[in-house]
Each structure stands twice: as C-alpha cells, then as structure tokens.
C-alpha cells in the first residue's frame, strides 16, 4: 500500500527542515562569535602581558642603567690584579669625552661632533663613530693606568692615607652627572684611586729618569743647534700682473741683500716701506720693523732657511729666498748668533679654584683663604701642600702631581701669575694668594729651576726614556678589554 503525503504535510515538512536549518545556523554563528570574543579576550590579554612585559623590562633595565648595576657587577677591563668595572670604565670614556668638549668649546661641531645626539650614530670617518673614537682614548688610558698601577705594586709602592682620603674628598666634589649615566660618586672614587697610584708611580719614575748636569751638557753637546734659538729679519717683495714684475721684485730682494749689517738692512727696509706706503709715520716705520723682526726662532730639521741660521752664517749675512709658488721673494738677514737660553725658571706648587667650581667668585675666594689657613696652621711643608692641592685642585693638569710646575720659562704663564713666580724677592716657601683670568691660585714657591736650555735638554731626556719605559710596560703588563661589557656603555 503506497502512502502519499499531502501538499500541506509535505509543506510542513520543508517548512520544519528550513528552521532546523535556520537554528543550526544560527547555533554555529553564535559559537563563532564566542570563539571570537575569547579569541580577542586571549590575544587582547598577550598584547597586554606583551607590552606589560616591554614596559617593564625597559623599566628595569632604566632603573638598572641608571643606578650603574647593570654596568658595575661586569668586568670591562682587566689586568693581573685589577679589575676595572663597566661604571668605571663609564667614567673613563666621558672624562675622554669631556676632555675633547672642554678643549674644543664651540668648535667641535666644525669636527662633525653633535654633541646633542648619540655618539653611536654619528661616524667620524672610514665607518667608525665618535662613540669608537672616545671609547679608544679611554682604553688607552686604562691601559696605562692599570699598567702602572701594576708596575707599582710590584715596586712596592702604594698610596698614603693623606693621598687617599684627598682623593675621598675630591671626589666628594665631584659632579657624578658629567661622567655617564649610573656612575655615581663610588665609581669616580675607584677609579680616582688607580689614577692617583698610576701617577705617582709615573711621577717617581720621572725624577728617576732626570738627568744629572753633566748628562744634560753632554746631550746639548751632541746637538747644540736643536737646543739653541736665533733672531732674524725678514723682508718679502710680491709680484703680480698689476703691481710689479718678478724681474722687479727679484732686483729689490737684491738691493736689500747687498747691505752687509743690520742696522743698513733696517734703513734699507724703512725706505722699501716708504716707498710702498709713503703715509707711514715714524711711530708706524718702527713699528713695522719690530713686526720683521722674529725672536728666539727654533732650528727645524730639514727646512732650508732653518738650515742656513743655524749652519754657521754671520750676524749681518744675509739669503734671498723664492717662493714661486706663491709669487714672492723674500731677503732674510741673521740678527743673532744661536744661542742656547741661560735665563732662569721656577719650581711652583699651586691650587686653582674657579668662580665654574664653587658657584662664584666670592666662594671660591673663601674657599681659597679656609684652605690657605688650614696649610698655614699645619706644618707648612711642601707635601702637605700637595696634598691640599690633590684634594682640592681644579687644574687637571697638575692636582696629581700636588699642583707641581717644575721648570717654568719665564712669560710661560699667564702675568700675574708669572710675577708671582718670579718676583725678585721670591723666597723659598713662599705662599700667597693671586687672581688670574682662570681663578684664585694657592701659590707655593717650590725654588729655581734649571736654565732655559737645560729644562729643554732634560725634558727631551726624561721624554726619550719614558717612551722606553712604555713599551716595556705594555709588555710586561697587558691589560684584557670585553667589548661586549664596553658596548652597554651608552652614547
């Protein structure tokens, strides 16, 4: 028997099968958007724990820069018995760094340097960064420092309690900001300590290497003429299209040259002068002579009219010189015999104090007098004195060395300072305050030095003998760099 379905059961029947349809759609949209919402739910959350974790990664590595942890706990160098770590080796790079600014000012940007952006991308020559360049001056350094420090220990020698608790105290005053980010006021002090060691060291090697008198006549004797000074005048002719001929200045050059003493060679000068400028005054005739005349010139190796002044010529005699290159001719004539300087210099101890370093004038001022007071209530003796000045000395070149200027030329330092020195009634221990452009001084007259030339044959001594004493130093005591540790220094 076939059953037959009505129109209205079989439209039911669709009708029923639309809407299972329809819900079991409806079901899978609705679990889709569950899987979405929880999708977004998970990854929303990642995205959060993501940038969570960057925050707080860059957060801790922030406050580990710049409290110096990340940097102190790494060795950056290291030599037999020293360490030096990457806070320190911080302090070394910017002193490099500040040095190069100091000395340059304004200027440094004609040298390509920004001072405002990151050393690590901006590249001097041939690929390599400032970042690169000051971070080989400060190995350098180090390399140095640690060697001597080395060199010392094994020479027994070491610093005092005085020496070290003025390094406490220069450090003290130091400006933890100038020396990199997380270096703080431990870090400048131990790396201070093995400055301070390093130069003592250096400076006892230096009083070991000076020579004797007799060592110093011999050496001059060796050489005279690299020792010794002269005086000339000279006097060019130009020529040029509109002005005169070679031909012409060439005959004036010899006119000038055929004079055979110097005052006929100012005379002829005077008239050549005139002849140029018929206006000038007397006041300005003498004044123009003096500008001819070079004093105290030094003998230059291999430089033809060098050659000449100190190769035996007269006082009076004279050489023409051309210049073709830059269209002139020039008549020399010898007004000195060489000569070797016989005038006397002077030992000097000092102590700087700037308006930079204690805020004004008037304080550093103050500060000058207390520390004065303080030497002068105490022993009064030359040591005590140095220490002073390694505690408290702004002069970085001299503060190591207890503020000591040895062999001092006259007209070497600025005037005041230079009348101080060499006032004729300057007795041994002599102290006193003076005022320069640079500050107020401590002074402490240490005594003569040697003569001029003797201060020039000693220093080229002391000079040869240390460059020696280097190479044998950097071989006897190698200094180790990671340049992973240096490379976490920032720029």
Known sequence: MVITMSKGSRKREVNAEKHKLKREKE??????????RVTAIITGSLIIALILVTVVGTIIYNVRMNSGEYLRREVAASSYDYDVDGAMMN?????VYNTFVDYYGSYVSYYGLDTTLDLKKQEISDGETWFEYFMSGAKNNVSTILALCEAADDAGVSLSDDEVNAVSIRSDNIDTGLYGRGVNRDDIYNSKLLEALAYKYQFMKEDEFTPSISEIEERYNEDPKSYQTVDYYSYSFAWSDTTRTEEEANALAEQLASVNNVDAFIVEMKKQMLADEPELTDEELES???????????????????????GGAAVGETKIITDEENSNVTVYMLASEPSRDESMTANVRHILLTETGWGSSEKALEKAEELLAEFEAGDKSEESFGILALAYSEDEGSYYNGGLYENVLPGQMVESFNDWCFDESRAVGDVDIIETDYGYHIMYYVGEGLESWQSSVSGTIISEKFNEYNTELEESYPVEFDDSVLNLIPG
């Open 288 to 310: 123009s002579v003096e500008y001819f005349l070079t004093s105290d010139a030094a003998y230059t190796a291999d430089d033809e009219l060098s050659e000449w002044l100190f």
């Open 91 to 95: 302090y070394y790079f910017n002193d």
């Open 27 to 36: 079901e899978f949209e609705a679990k889709k958007r569950k899987v979405r």
